[in-house]
């Protein structure tokens, strides 16, 4: 199968690309194209506005693609995200999407759009302490949708949804914004304070979409910096509670997060 | 005139309350009455969300209180803001309420359920650079309608109200989002980098309620934290991008900001 690399974040380290070329081609069980547009450099991000929906877009309608890996998070996907599911190709429909963190408004407005997404490990995980393992995991996801690559509480016939909660948070009520009705919304972050947690969760928790939920989880809540005063509340007591007050069932931990451990989730789980 | 003020956020430091009641004492114009929830401490929080709650529908329901003068933001009035705003006694609807920054939570819900309030200086304030001269706006904003502490470029008959991005990014959608039709938004935020600028941007222009606005104008974003790389943008820059995009009118710099210089913006200004 045919896998294609794309940024519409930030750029993927060319010591990272290579190091998940080298695996790809070990395996021997995938053609990895990694688009140029990766590397570029434009301020924050990997290259203007335009490139990466161009690139995007040229993958997502390349009939020999079989599936499209973001290269890494950061931030930017959300400048892109409501072009890029405009108008869509028939080919674009035929593929699947992986990524997580940023590229969770992609996988918003690509879920809203009807098409195949996931929750997982991306290129740049490779930098990561042991993140060859979460290459093979998302590669044994995408050429094969190996069963011991999924996040283990999914449930079968159970629809998920993965989102970084600060993306979420920042994506409700836009155009991009998908369907939440009785998906089990799995939710993780990073490097944010605890009355950021407190505050996204507030707000998460109040919107009339989130509500209609079947239950929610909660990854791995790391690098949360310290906040002066302690806050007084730790991440899992902050996400229960404001589940509690929204009348959301809480249903316990998810094994997601931003760490090589990250496992797959795929938003249309229906046949698993 | 009997102002109350009450820290729905976090704690009053005692110094500044000292200070301000100093600057009252000798203005002869007012009484200060600073209720001792301001010093609680839970936490991130001045005291529990109970604690803060009472003492805020306590001064609300006491018909000796002419205005309620939020001591300070941080965060954590969201915590209380649907709350504080419901069944509201008579005497809630005859006085005004004076704050900014976290208190913002507060100023939506109570513009939600009609009550005036105003976007402005608040007790902690005292405490910042040439500190004195917000708590003298404040002071004649609340006991005389001084036209002089107004932000400059208010039109009269014009409904305004004024936010900090980040908190109002964090209440669309949610039970206190009050009704921006119409009305001219002035927004403001301190020490966020440019991408959470951005981001939160790409949010709040792409809510469609937002987008009923009649102008958006930008006052201070100060403390910006250093991006690596450089974001490639700067904040008036992002604004006005995202107003483009979004189809809302930019009508340029507002005079608000966290800083002692912070206009006053009353939210219902068509007797202005």
Redesign the interface.
Same mark, same amino acid.
């Given at each position: 199968m045919k896998i294609a690399v794309v940024a519409p974040s930030c750029s993927l380290r060319p010591e990272a690309a290579e190091a998940a070329a080298a695996i790809v081609r070990a395996r021997g069980d995938a053609e990895l194209m990694i688009h140029p547009q990766c590397f570029l450099?434009? %301020?924050?991000?990997a290259g203007p506005d335009e490139a990466r929906l161009a690139a995007l877009r040229e993958v997502m309608g390349d009939e020999g693609v079989d599936a499209v890996w973001f290269a890494r998070g950061g *931030? %930017?996907s =959300?400048?892109i995200a409501e072009a890029a599911a405009r108008d869509l190709p028939g080919a674009a429909r035929s593929k699947s999407y992986l990524g997580y963190s940023d590229s969770g408004f992609l996988l918003a407005a690509f879920d809203k759009a009807g098409l195949s997404v996931a929750h997982g490990p991306m290129v740049q995980d490779m930098m990561r302490p042991g993140g060859d393992a979460a290459i093979h995991r998302a590669l044994n996801w995408l050429t094969r949708r190996d069963p011991e690559t999924l996040e283990p509480g999914l449930r079968p016939g159970q629809r998920a949804m993965a989102f970084n909660l600060t993306v979420l948070?920042? +994506? +409700? %009520?836009? $155009?991009?914004e998908p369907d939440f009705s009785d998906a089990e919304l799995l939710i993780e972050d990073v490097a944010e304070h605890? *009355?950021r947690i407190?505050? $996204?969760m507030?707000?998460l928790t109040? #919107?009339? $979409?989130i509500r209609l939920v079947d239950s929610l989880r909660m990854g791995r809540m790391s690098e949360i910096p310290e =906040?002066d005063?302690?806050? %007084? #509340?730790d991440a899992e007591s902050i996400v229960k509670d404001w589940c509690k007050r929204a009348g959301i069932t809480f249903g316990g931990a998810a094994d997601i997060g931003h760490d090589a451990a990250n496992r797959v989730v795929p938003f249309n789980n229906l046949s698993n």
């Open positions: 450099s434009h %301020g924050h991000f *931030y %930017g =959300n400048r948070s920042n +994506l +409700l %009520g836009t $155009a991009i605890e *009355y407190d505050r $996204a507030f707000h109040g #919107s009339p $979409a =906040n005063p302690v806050f %007084g #509340s």
